[in-house]
């Protein structure tokens, strides 16, 4: 059964900093993956997707994920955060159908 | 292009009460995903739909829970009676086929008292 985990419920960092987001899929055969955005009181955003084309997947905002097979990782890294950035991410693995969604990442950005 | 519409945004009812959720998915879009989102969790898939059969309700609590599509359009999930755990959003979701990319609505939040 396919699982995703994502460490580190809460990250923080300075505006213009670096963001990086963990997350770690559980499969046999490399899913689909995926990375969300979730804002305050609002649905789910797709920032980005990965269907076994390109390893390196760029999206939108200026977010890209890395597929790496050998570490069974989808990390979503962003090279300058901005205060508009603060929200929770979600990785999420996928077939046909069925999205497996992590726990999430709260991501907040100092000034 | 409208998006998902999800109606109540929010709702507050007492154990052993009923309550239903509404979602209209963007025009067009065969398939309709209801999710749980439990504070502090991802989303959990209760049930998919393609048109207005049934795909998979593996993780819906059918002895409380029940949803429908009669039309293959607007979908209802319901509740009853609800319990305590049930607080949680209720996130709906579209896609055009299944594996699809997956449209969110804002989501109803639920809270039982």
């Known amino acids: 059964a396919q699982s995703v985990t994502q460490l580190g419920s809460h990250v923080s960092v300075s505006e213009g900093a670096l963001v990086l987001l963990r997350c770690n899929y559980s499969?046999?055969?490399?899913?689909?993956l995926f990375w969300y955005v979730q804002y305050p009181n609002q649905g789910l955003q797709l920032l980005l997707k990965?269907?076994?084309?390109?390893?390196l997947v760029k999206g939108i905002n200026g977010f890209e994920a890395e597929f790496k097979k050998s570490e069974t990782s989808f990390h979503l890294t962003k090279p300058s955060a901005h205060m508009s950035d603060a929200a929770e991410y979600f990785c999420?693995?996928?077939?046909?159908?069925?999205?497996?969604f992590g726990k999430g990442t709260k991501l907040s950005v100092k000034p | 292009e409208a998006g998902v519409a999800q109606s109540p945004r929010y709702k507050i009812i007492e154990k052993r009460q009923s309550v239903a959720f509404w979602c209209n998915p963007i025009s067009g879009h065969a398939t309709l995903y209801w999710y749980q989102q439990i504070l502090g969790q991802g989303p959990k898939l209760l049930i998919q739909?393609?048109?207005?059969?049934?795909?998979?309700d593996s993780q819906l609590p059918k002895d409380r829970f029940s949803a429908e599509r009669l039309k293959g359009v607007d979908s209802t999930l319901k509740i009853q009676p609800a319990k305590l755990e049930d607080s949680a959003v209720y996130l709906c979701a579209s896609s055009l086929d299944s594996g699809r990319e997956q449209f969110f609505g804002p989501g109803t939040r639920l809270t039982v008292l």
């Open positions: 499969s046999s055969v490399p899913p689909y």
């Open positions: 739909f393609q048109n207005n059969g049934v795909v998979d």
């Open positions: 999420a693995a996928g077939g046909q159908g069925n999205l497996i």
């Open positions: 990965y269907t076994s084309a390109a390893t």
